[in-house]
């Protein structure tokens, strides 16, 4: 077998954590190595003040360099505590395990261990040019932080896609240490600030403020020296830090930047730390990806045959972290954005809703941590003992439905000529079985010409009709206590197309139906039939057929009536600016592009029995540019509000192909929770919610009122009597049918009885 190539001569550039951390590593494995570390900056000259490492990253520096470990140790300040500061209210949380240090203090602790080791650094010295470096290195570290140089350099290769963000900060110091990290929120003239501060040596503490971009121009903070904001922010958050004054160190106001690359590696050139990838600090994060990057890509040099099949593995091994970690940041971050819509919140729900923001801490995460805090806050919430989140009730005008798990809507497919058959029976019928509170059929369209497929469902025919009220009688006789909602919509532009596992969005290959839309634009250009713009008979029309499937879904005995607003069909192309073009009176500005919606909402909650809510499903983003946005999505909700809508179902996207959602656990929430936050209107939350745990982190914080989960429903139509059996919960939210109630314990899987081995002979 060959030799493998050797890694020799490595550059880095950058002397903060992530560099100096790479280049002892690498030298400690192979001390015949020659690596130089280049740094523009003086050794004693950093930003920041202290940096937060989590135990699991620290484990990881124990096991590569035990030295540097034990220096670290000695030097942490480490605490358990949390306090949340909210209208002159406290509320700690403890059992969150944290430990930092100084910045300086860390960067010196990697310089001595990289001196000791005989790696060459170059401190005040900017970096040769990465391409110049490549040629006479066998590898090139750019840990050239957030700025970087090379990834600029380079930008074809790397594939770099930066976003900026809307709030200001600025890292700021105390001289004396705190006792717990500390949130605290400030609700000044100018608008929402908020302190972010935590110890990182026995008399001192990092302490950062942050506020919206609009509430720092208000404040004055653009227009002075960073002096007066250093003597500002010590005023406006006096009560935290005691009177005392605040310090800087090469401090500036800042907007977060979240930095995200195609790719890690360019040839012999690779990314770690800020350079690849940030995470927002609110989540503490930044320092630990960059020493984890280090520690993954010394390993990779080591473990690979060669260099790039290291850098393929680096890479490999760390984006699922990476991204993963910027997901929970991206909540994060956005939560405070948004942190202005919170404030209203209870004290001690607003406390859970900041621990809970990033999605990593979790309800049942929390109860672990901290028992006793998590139990008043479900005692707050309205929970009687021993009763979990979601199986409190809601009343909707008048539905009440048991608990808080909705089976969302999912197209079956399996209709034919829009009546519902006995797979619909069975589909339907046993997740009403199951255990939610309410179950909510596909959309069931409102003409032939507004199907979707021709394997879709209607309510546009007497036959189709008996049909429903079939369904509906069996979830009412055998599933008592359970809801069930109709959604009605029109396909638009998207229909005449396959069924979804023939081709989803392709047309019928023959015998297609004509199409209407807002505009005469195709979903997907040179491939989908072009719809007619409807006129004003074409409106009346429609309306008047969403009308008529109003009245018979009434007549059926549905609970609910949602009307689908979403996802590019109909409705929904009337609402986004990509979809409508139009130059009347239903086109243009918002309030305008919303007309029609409005008309056939009025029209079907005038029929609809007035003791039955109604609810509308909006896409809350198109996920491209030039479409709708978070902000259009809570003025299309307040209006369906002012107009007798009694709660919003949140969804998002599908309204363009072209569009780049951000997938991701619960990645659709935020915007339930910020229409239900700004309007104080319950809200259906979907996306992505898969756990049982998540509806009930959702819930308590105030994020969401109903829970919709679809896929998870057809892994397990139980899901609901699962999730309560799980939990321990026997309660009314809950109730196992009388033929089921057999089963309501998990059955043995095997053998638990056989003798455990006592000795190991040899």
């Not at 908020?194 to 990182?200: G, I, K, N, S, T």
Request: aromatic share 8%; proline share 7%; with cysteine.
């Amino acid at each position: 077998m060959p030799a493998r190539p050797p890694v020799r001569r490595i550059a880095v550039i950058g002397g903060g954590p992530g560099g100096l951390y790479a280049a002892a590593l690498l030298k400690r494995l192979d001390p015949d190595r020659e690596i130089t570390v280049w740094e523009r900056n003086a050794p004693e000259e950093t930003f920041g003040f202290g940096v937060v490492l989590s135990d699991e990253t620290l484990g990881g520096i124990e096991h590569a360099d035990p030295v540097v470990h034990r220096a670290l140790r000695e030097e942490f300040v480490r605490w358990d505590d949390i306090d949340i500061v909210h209208r002159g209210v406290t509320h700690t949380s403890g059992g969150h395990g944290f430990a930092a240090l100084g910045r300086r203090r860390l960067l010196g602790v990697l310089r001595e261990r990289c001196a000791s080791l005989g790696v060459r650094l170059r401190f005040s010295t900017g970096a040769p040019p990465a391409a110049e470096l490549a040629a006479d290195h066998d590898l090139v570290v750019a840990a050239d932080g957030v700025h970087s140089r090379t990834r600029s350099a380079h930008a074809d290769a790397f594939g770099p896609r930066i976003t900026g963000h809307r709030c200001r900060y600025i890292w700021l110091a105390a001289d004396f240490a705190l006792d717990a990290f500390r949130f605290e929120i400030a609700e000044t003239p100018y608008g929402v600030m908020q302190l972010h501060a935590y110890p990182f040596a026995a008399d001192a503490s990092t302490v950062i403020v942050e506020m919206r971009e609009e509430v720092w121009r208000a404040a004055g903070f653009d227009s002075r020296a960073v002096e007066h904001s250093t003597l500002s922010c010590a005023e406006i958050f006096h009560r935290a830090l005691g009177g005392r004054k605040l310090r800087s160190n090469n401090s500036a106001w800042l907007t977060f930047r979240t930095v995200v690359n195609d790719h890690w590696s360019h040839g012999n050139i690779v990314l770690i730390g800020d350079a690849a990838h940030t995470a927002h600090f609110s989540i503490g994060s930044g320092t630990k990806l960059a020493v984890e990057d280090a520690l993954a890509l010394a390993a990779c040099v080591e473990e690979q045959p060669d260099l790039p099949s290291a850098l393929t593995a680096y890479e490999a091994e760390r984006r699922p972290v990476v991204a993963s970690t910027q997901r929970a940041a991206a909540a994060s971050l956005r939560w405070f954005e948004e942190l202005g819509t919170y404030v209203d919140q209870p004290p001690r729900q607003f406390a859970f809703n900041l621990l809970t923001r990033s999605r990593r801490v979790t309800h049942d995460n929390l109860r672990l941590r901290d028992p006793a805090f998590t139990a008043a806050v479900e005692e707050e919430f309205g929970c009687p003992p021993g009763v979990p989140p979601m199986f409190t009730p809601l009343r909707l005008r008048g539905l009440e439905l048991r608990n808080r798990v909705v089976v969302s809507p999912m197209d079956m497919y399996r209709a034919e000529d829009g009546v519902p058959g006995d797979f619909h029976l069975v589909h339907l019928g046993a997740r009403a079985l199951g255990g939610a509170g309410l179950v909510m059929t596909e959309m069931v369209c409102v003409s032939a010409e507004g199907r979707i497929t021709p394997g879709c469902t209607g309510l546009y025919t007497d036959e189709q009709a008996a049909a429903w009220t079939r369904i509906t009688d069996f979830v009412h006789a055998d599933a008592p206590g359970t809801a069930i909602g109709v959604q009605l919509g029109h396909s638009g532009r998207k229909g005449s197309t396959r069924l979804m596992w023939e081709g989803i969005d392709q047309p019928l290959p023959d015998g297609n139906w004509p199409l209407v839309a807002a505009s005469p634009i195709p979903y997907a250009a040179g491939v989908s039939q072009v719809p007619h713009a409807l006129d004003r008979a074409g409106l009346d029309t429609v309306r008047e057929q969403f009308v008529a499937a109003a009245r018979r879904a009434g007549a059926c005995g549905f609970d609910l009536l949602e009307l689908h607003c979403a996802h590019g069909y109909l409705l929904s192309g009337f609402l986004s600016p990509l979809t409508n073009h139009r130059t009347d009176a239903y086109g243009g500005s918002l309030p305008d592009r919303l007309r029609f919606p409005l008309e056939v909402f009025d029209a079907v909650r005038a029929v609809w029995p007035d003791d039955r809510p109604m609810t509308v499903r909006i896409s809350a983003t198109d996920w491209a540019g030039g479409g709708t946005t978070a902000d259009d999505a809570v003025e299309i909700s307040r209006a369906f509000v002012a107009h007798g809508a009694d709660a919003i179902d949140v969804s998002t996207g599908q309204v363009v192909p072209e569009e780049r959602p951000e997938f991701g656990r619960s990645y659709q929430t935020p915007y339930a929770d910020r229409i239900r936050n700004t309007l104080c209107v319950p809200v259906v939350a979907v996306g992505a919610i898969s756990s049982w745990d998540d509806v009930n982190s959702l819930l308590l914080a105030g994020r969401a009122d109903l829970c919709a989960l679809a896929r998870p429903h057809l892994y397990d139509p139980q899901w609901t009597l699962h999730a309560a059996a799980e939990q321990g919960y026997t309660g009314p939210g809950a109730p196992w049918p009388a033929p089921y109630r057999a089963g309501s314990r998990t059955p043995p899987t095997g053998r638990t009885d056989a003798p455990k081995p006592r000795l190991t002979l040899d």
